[in-house]
């Protein structure tokens, strides 16, 4: 049997960069034009982040800004170039402010493992009429 493109231990390797906080690492795991789709923004899709500058710019303010940043994994799967990860993130930013969600991130990645896309979403605490 062929080993699959996108095992899971790959993609623990991927979650496990996040939580070190690991910039080099994380955009090494980018192709050079890949893409970020993130939760929030003011466009549909959120916001838009393109090739490895661009990534490298928001992971170090993330990260600074948020510096207990963490993701408990709860399930990932892929299926060809395609993954899922279902998480938990916790942290608290520097004013105090706590978060705790749960979130997915879709990827797409390319035939050598490198991230083409990645498209998070996470619940938000607004109240739901």
Known sequence: MAEELLSREFLDSVGAAFNRHDVDAIVGMFTPDGEWLLARGPAYFGTRLLGRDEIRSFLQKRFASIPDMKWATLDRWSAGT????????????????????????????????????????????????
Do not use: P, Q
Not at 89 to 101: E, F, Q
């Open 82 to 129: 395609k993954a899922v990860s279902e998480w938990r993130v916790t942290g608290s930013d520097k004013n105090g402010t706590r978060i705790d969600l749960l979130g997915c991130d879709l990827y797409t990645f390319n035939t050598k493992r490198l991230i083409v896309k990645k498209d998070t979403y996470w619940k938000s605490h607004e109240v739901a009429a």
